[in-house]
């Protein structure tokens, strides 16, 4: 119920939010503007389209995640509003479990708007919609409670700006870490334990990334699916309880 | 444990030997702001947190309720540790200059604090319509809070503090930002909790306030606890019996008999101000008045008061006071 209550108030917060509303309106200009694409090969323009349009809802909520995530704690503490909260009988781990929920709730409604757009264009543009796209669609709203855990995390612990910085590393290493592991496992001694060590450690995001199963219209086995979902709740799961831990320590002041 | 906190002379409030330090800047300079604060807050008073400016009263309130982390010593609430949720429960508290959530309209904003108290429904709803009433904003329930004044905002601040009706109230300068119709309000206002069988402690600088309000009071100057206890307590240990006279006409060689008696002189024109710190004094002081037909303009006996033992254990830590805002 307190959890509820401070996610609802969050996410009202969010809508009040400036950035948001930027963002989205990008988010659906970059979706609308497969509308007036030449009509190439039939094949080609239908895996463009898709490409375009699910590339810039996941990139989009990625910035939402980011950007409004890592005002989360921060503002709150700024602002002293959790003063008021925190002297309640609310948890810490409430309080930040709600902040999380409420931002999943802000970012599920702008996939579900973003995802309108899609496939109106679809539609529009007499492209087939087939099941995998809503799959897709689904680890990408993963991929976002991953990162909004990232960004919380953080947040937790140092400035908004730095937060921003540490996130969007995450995130750009978190594509690359197969990469990574290649590249490791070229090198010798020291430099191969690191690398692997940080492919280990920081999430694999490219898991979540199904846009060539869709382009492609190839299906997705459920037990993967099962798996990639695991794999990202437990993992959202370790750096909430990260982030609540090092936010129980911290003085507000 | 239990037993002890049920007995008639419960402490509601308890700390012992507070210690808060701050690390500052790039090198880490260590800041004492609470330097070994022990009292204790009885059930049923009112008690103020009295002391200058950064003395150290809102480090210690935060550290009550559980904001921030002690360096050293303990503080209880209702016998438990701070920052356990039962305690929390039964605590209301307001916040130095308070900001909130202020896209929210007065009732959204009680309703959501009600919810963190799991407060719901239409008895949520009818504490929130006697609390706008109780802090006199009943006109600005559908008004956004960035529309409030900040006599409003304290005024909002005290109701989200009161919510749960708590049995402890914690009010960090609740009187800050009031005009003085608003600062009697909070004063009628603390002493209906009184009655109600309510706790109060509230800090402040404005020691007139404290002095018509408290049961007790403590003083922290500089992060120590200088002065502990009734107000009539204090003030009588502090009795200086100082009289104060306005004299016109007083001619020079009168002033030069009255100067060794005095323990202050001050001359303005015409007029000449005196102090004089015991009763002989005074009566001889008359007598040369009287002989010299110079005229008595004024007589003020001192009271002993809390500002001027304030005043004096301020200058005793060498700090800046600001009495009486
Ligand atoms: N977050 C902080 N970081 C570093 N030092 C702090 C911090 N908060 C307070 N201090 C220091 O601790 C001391 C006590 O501050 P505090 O705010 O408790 O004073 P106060 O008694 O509430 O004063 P006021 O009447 O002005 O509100 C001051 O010297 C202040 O500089
Ligand atoms: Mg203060």
């Known amino acids: ?253 | 444990m239990e037993h002890i906190s049920n007995l008639a002379c419960e402490q509601v409030i308890q700390t012992d030997q507070l210690r808060k330090v701050f690390k500052v800047g790039f090198w880490g300079r260590r800041v004492t702001a609470v330097d070994g604060v022990s009292l204790e807050v009885q059930r049923g008073e009112v008690f103020g947190f009295l002391g200058p400016n950064g003395a150290g009263k809102t480090t210690t309130i935060k550290m009550l309720m559980g904001l921030i982390y002690p360096s050293g010593g303990t503080a209880t609430l209702f016998g438990h540790p701070v920052g356990d949720p039962s305690a929390k429960a039964k605590v209301g508290f307001l916040p130095e200059s308070p900001y909130f959530y202020d896209y929210l309209t007065g009732r959204e904003f009680l309703r959501f604090y009600g919810h963190l108290f799991g407060l719901l429904g239409t008895a949520l709803d009818k504490r929130i319509d006697e609390l706008l009433e109780l802090v006199g904003i009943t006109h600005a329930r559908d008004l956004q809070l960035r529309k409030f004044s900040k006599g409003m905002l304290q005024r909002v601040g005290i109701a989200q503090a009161l919510i749960n009706d708590p049995e402890l109230v914690i009010l960090d300068e609740p009187m800050s930002g009031l005009d003085p119709i608003g600062r009697k309000e909070v004063r009628d206002l603390i002493l209906r909790l009184k009655e109600s069988g309510k706790t109060v402690m509230f800090s402040s600088h404005i020691l007139h306030d404290a002095e018509l309000l408290c049961d007790r009071v403590a003083m922290i100057m500089k992060g120590k606890l200088v002065a502990c206890g009734p107000v009539s307590e204090l003030i009588a240990g502090d009795t200086t019996h100082e009289v104060e006279m306005v004299i016109d006409r007083l001619l020079p060689e009168a002033l030069e008999r009255i100067r060794p008696l005095a323990s202050k002189v001050v001359l303005q024109g015409e007029r000449v101000m005196v102090v004089l710190s015991s009763q002989q004094a005074v009566d001889l002081a008359l007598d040369v008045i009287r002989s010299a037909k110079a005229k008595l303009v004024a007589l003020t006996p001192h009271k002993a008061s809390l500002e001027d033992l304030f005043i004096r254990k301020a200058t005793g830590v060498h700090q800046p006071v600001e009495a009486r805002v």
Do not use: W
């Open chain 1, 1 to 253: 119920m307190k959890v509820f209550s401070i996610a609802l108030n969050t996410f009202r917060e969010n809508l009040r939010d400036k950035l948001l509303y930027n963002l989205l309106i990008f988010a659906l200009l970059m979706i609308g503007s497969s509308l007036i694409l030449m009509r190439l090969t039939l094949g080609e323009f239908h895996r463009l389209i898709l490409d375009i349009g699910l590339g810039s809802i996941n990139f989009f909520g990625v910035l939402i995640a980011i950007f409004v995530g890592i005002g989360l704690v921060s503002k709150e503490i700024e602002r002293k509003t959790i003063y008021t909260i925190v002297s309640k009988p609310v948890a810490r781990f409430q309080f930040l479990l709600g902040k999380y929920l409420g931002l999943c709730l802000t970012l599920f409604i702008n996939t579900v708007i973003m995802t309108s757009g899609l496939l109106a264009v679809l539609y529009f543009q007499d492209v087939p919609i087939h099941t995998v796209l809503f799959k897709a669609l689904g680890m990408i709203m993963l991929e976002f409670m991953v990162i909004t855990a990232v960004a919380l995390l953080f947040s937790t612990f140092s400035s908004a700006t730095l937060s921003a910085i540490f996130t969007l590393a995450i995130y750009v290493i978190g594509h690359l870490t197969p990469d990574l592991k290649t590249f490791g496992q070229k090198m010798e001694g020291a430099g191969r334990t690191v690398l692997e060590g940080i492919y280990y450690i920081l999430p694999n995001l490219d898991r979540f990334n199904l846009k060539g199963h869709v382009t492609h219209q190839l299906e997705v086995p459920a037990g993967d699916l099962l798996m990639i979902t695991a794999y990202g709740m437990a993992y959202t799961a370790f750096l909430l309880m990260l982030a609540s831990i090092i936010f129980q320590q911290r003085d507000f002041r």
